[in-house]
């Protein structure tokens, strides 16, 4: 069975600073990797997803993805956060194959904005 | 605006009434998905659907029923079954379980009064 793994249930970084969210995934095939953002109280919206090609992938709101296969990880990151992406983070991992497979979600990490 | 919408926003029951969360889609998905989230515990499912009139639990389903009538809808019953049932509840869909993106509506918050 797929999981994923976030291992920083907090994070707090300043305006302007450099961001990087760590996800790990456990699935013995090619992963589907997403990542959502969610404000409070609302549904979670999609920032990327990686399917398969290039490992680097764009996102909306400038959020960039890695996908390293020999580390089982697809950390998002980006480059320069602002006040408005303070908010819970989601890294998901769907099957590759037709079936009754599930999407499943880590426990997030929510990121906190200082001035 | 094509979009998935989950009604009410907020719901409050009594212990020991059952109560139905309602979602409908009108993306032309066929996959739905309830999702139950919690402070730390990230999302988990509930129950999932691929195509109308078939269903399956997920990782909690105990306490919960669902029905697939229409592919535009997937309601949620939350039972007197159900121990612990004040959580937010999300309702997703995508075009095909597992191999696609999915879209969430804005989640009903159910507090047990």
């Known amino acids: 069975a797929q999981s994923v793994t976030q291992p920083d249930i907090h994070i707090t970084v300043s305006e302007g600073a450099s961001l990087e969210l760590r996800c790990n995934y456990s699935y013995g095939a090619t992963p589907y990797l997403f990542w959502y953002v969610q404000s409070p109280g609302q549904g979670l919206q999609l920032l990327l997803k990686?399917?398969?090609?290039?490992?680097l992938v764009q996102g909306i709101k400038g959020f960039e993805a890695e996908f390293k296969r020999s580390q089982s990880s697809f950390n998002l990151r980006k480059p320069s956060v602002h006040w408005s992406d303070a908010a819970e983070y989601f890294c998901?991992?769907?099957?590759?194959?037709?079936?009754?497979?599930?999407?499943?979600f880590g426990t997030g990490t929510r990121l906190t904005i200082i001035p | 605006d094509g979009g998935i919408t989950q009604s009410p926003k907020y719901l409050f029951r009594k212990e020991g009434q059952n109560v139905t969360l309602s979602c409908e889609q009108n993306?032309?998905?066929?996959?739905m998905y309830w999702y139950r989230q919690d402070p730390g515990q990230g999302l988990r499912l509930i129950y999932y659907s691929q195509i109308v009139n078939d269903f399956q639990k997920g990782d909690i389903a105990e306490g919960y029923s669902v029905s697939r009538e229409k592919k535009e809808s997937f309601p949620l019953t939350v039972t007197s079954a159900q121990k612990n049932p004040t959580a937010f509840y999300l309702c997703a869909s995508s075009r095909r379980q597992g191999r696609t993106e999915a879209f969430f509506g804005q989640g009903t918050r159910l507090t047990v009064v």
């Open positions: 993306l032309n998905h066929d996959a």
């Open positions: 998901a991992v769907g099957a590759s194959n037709f079936g009754n497979e599930k999407l499943t």
């Open positions: 990686y399917f398969s090609g290039d490992t």
